[in-house]
């Protein structure tokens, strides 16, 4: 079975620094990963996903992520927050559809101006 | 429009009534999941649905039934609710591969007094 791990609950960024989110899974194969945001009272919004090809992926709102296969991680990362990113960010693996999504603890993030 | 909907979306129930959380998506989605969002735990996956009438539990399923009899919508039961079974819980939906997006709905959050 497949598990993710995030090691950080909270991160706390001025707005206009850098971001990084860590993000470790277990499976053994190359799963599908993929982060998620969730706003207060929000369901999740999808920001990347990855399978295959260039391990560093783009998605939305200026967000990126870079898959290791060496390390078992796939790292998120944002050049420069700005205090709408506040948020909690969830990674998540997906081995098969017919699974689901297994999602870490999320990582809670912070944005002061 | 993509959108999965989820009613209601505050709920409060004794101990012991009947509850009915409705989920409809507009995708035309096969799979379709339930799951809930508890502090310290994340998301949970309780049920999984592949298309009309076919359910398969997910982590854990103890306490939940489902029903799905039209492809656009996924209802998740619960028998006599327990004051444990206070949560948020959402419904998501995605076509019937790993590499896609799992859309969520914004979540029902239930309290059993």
């Known amino acids: 079975a497949q598990s993710v791990t995030q090691p950080d609950a909270r991160v706390t960024v001025s707005e206009g620094a850098s971001l990084q989110l860590r993000c470790k899974y277990s499976?053994?194969?190359?799963?599908?990963l993929f982060w998620y945001v969730q706003y207060p009272r929000q369901g999740l919004q999808m920001l990347l996903k990855?399978?295959?090809?260039?391990?560093v992926v783009q998605g939305v709102n200026g967000f990126e992520a870079e898959f290791s296969k060496s390390d078992s991680s796939f790292h998120l990362r944002k050049a420069s927050v700005h205090w709408s990113d506040s948020a909690v960010y969830f990674c998540?693996?997906?081995?098969?559809?017919?699974?689901?999504?297994?999602f870490g603890l999320g990582t809670r993030v912070s944005v002061f101006p | 429009d993509m959108k999965v909907t989820q009613m209601p979306r505050y709920l409060i129930k004794r101990m012991g009534e009947n509850v009915l959380l409705e989920c409809g998506q507009d995708?035309?989605?096969?799979?379709m999941y339930w799951y809930r969002q508890d502090p310290g735990l994340g998301l949970q996956l309780i049920y999984i649905?592949?298309?009309?009438?076919?359910?398969s539990e997910g982590d854990i399923p103890k306490g939940y039934r489902v029903s799905r009899k039209k492809r656009e919508h996924f209802s998740l039961i619960l028998d006599s609710a327990k004051t444990n079974q206070t949560s948020v819980y959402f419904c998501?939906?995605?076509?019937?591969?790993?590499?896609?997006?799992?859309?969520f709905g914004k979540g029902t959050r239930l309290t059993v007094v």
């Open positions: 998501a939906s995605r076509t019937g591969t790993a590499n896609t997006e799992v859309f």
């Open positions: 499976y053994s194969a190359t799963p599908y």
């Open positions: 990855y399978y295959s090809g260039d391990p």
């Open positions: 998540a693996v997906s081995a098969h559809y017919a699974q689901g999504l297994t």
């Open positions: 995708m035309s989605h096969e799979t």
């Open positions: 649905s592949y298309d009309v009438d076919s359910n």
